[in-house]
C-alpha cells in the first residue's frame, strides 16, 4: 500500500508563498518508494475537490489556469518526493491540499488505485 505524507502548510498573508512536501513511502516500512506520476489537489470548504498541478512520468507539468504563472510543481531524481511552490498566494488559495498517485504503471504493473495524503491545511489571509 502506498502512503503518502503531505507536509509544509500553514497560515501566510495574501502575496506570500509557502511550499508543500508529499513522500511516499510503502505502509509499514520505512523506506521510500518511486511513482512516476504525481499530483496535488485542493478541496475548499463547500467546493469539490479540484486538480492544482500534476506531473508524469515523463516530467511534464499541467496546472489548473487559477494557479498558472503561480505555483510550481517539481520531483527529486528519485521520484519519492513531489513538491509545490506557491508564491503570490491569494485568499482564494485557501483549502486543504492532498497528495496524489493516480492509477499508473509501477514498472510492468498497471495499479488501477488512487492514492491519497491525509491532507495540508493552507490558508491564506487577506
Known amino acids: 500500500q502506498v502512503q503518502l505524507v503531505e507536509s509544509g502548510g500553514g497560515l501566510v498573508q495574501a502575496g506570500g508563498s509557502l511550499k508543500l512536501s508529499c513522500a511516499a513511502s510503502?505502509?509499514?516500512?520505512?523506506?521510500?518508494?518511486?511513482?512516476?506520476?504525481m499530483g496535488w489537489y485542493r478541496q475548499a470548504p463547500g467546493k469539490q475537490r479540484e486538480l492544482v498541478a500534476a506531473?508524469?512520468?515523463?516530467?511534464?507539468?499541467k496546472y489548473a489556469d487559477s494557479v498558472k504563472g503561480r505555483f510550481t510543481i517539481s520531483r527529486d531524481n528519485a521520484k519519492t518526493m513531489v513538491y509545490l511552490q506557491m508564491n503570490s498566494l491569494k485568499p482564494e488559495d485557501t483549502a486543504v491540499y492532498y497528495c496524489?498517485?493516480?492509477?499508473?504503471?509501477?514498472?510492468?504493473?498497471?495499479?488501477?488505485?488512487?492514492?491519497w495524503g491525509q491532507g495540508t491545511q493552507v490558508t491564506v489571509s487577506s
Open positions: 496524489n498517485a493516480p492509477p499508473q504503471l509501477y514498472g510492468s504493473t498497471m495499479v488501477f488505485e488512487d492514492f
Open positions: 510503502v505502509s509499514g516500512s520505512t523506506s521510500s518508494f518511486s511513482i512516476p506520476a
Open positions: 506531473v508524469n512520468s515523463g516530467g511534464s507539468t
